[in-house]
């Protein structure tokens, strides 16, 4: 199994980026996908996630009504629109497959496998 992350960069605050995770070796549609971040001195945070129960969508509260996660099943890729970007979302993002139940699907704990990051750098 493969998570490939790309689409990071550098980017204006106010400005957007679209991330992708190309998913290899497993069937994405049946795993819940995940998005983390780790800034520079802090430890790895939850971003987003999509269930693939179709219980929904997950965000933490920071990027609710910036970031949208979403799948395309027949590219095996998940994705995270970001828009509005603060300096504040300056971190390495890591795409994440896995099927937490519901109470750990802000964890990484739940989830399985990981892609290698990928860095957005937001400027003020």
């Known amino acids: 199994v493969q998570l490939q992350a790309s689409g990071g960069g550098l980017v204006q605050a106010g400005g957007s980026l679209r991330l992708s995770c190309r998913v290899s070796?497993?069937?994405?549609?049946?795993?819940?996908m995940g998005w983390f971040r780790q800034a520079p001195g802090k430890e790895r945070e939850f971003v987003a996630a999509?269930?693939?129960?179709?219980?929904?969508?997950y965000y933490t509260d920071s990027v609710k009504g910036r970031f949208t996660i979403s799948r395309d099943n027949a590219k095996n890729t998940a994705l995270l629109q970001m828009n509005s970007l603060e300096p504040e979302d300056t971190a390495v993002y890591y795409c994440?497959?896995?099927?937490?139940?519901?109470?750990?699907?802000?964890?990484?704990?739940?989830?399985?496998?990981w892609g290698q990051g990928t860095l957005v750098t937001v400027s003020s």
């Open positions: 994440a497959a896995g099927r937490p139940i519901t109470t750990y699907v802000r964890s990484s704990s739940g989830y399985h496998y």
């Open positions: 070796g497993l069937t994405l549609s049946t795993w819940t």
């Open positions: 999509l269930s693939w129960t179709g219980s929904g969508t």
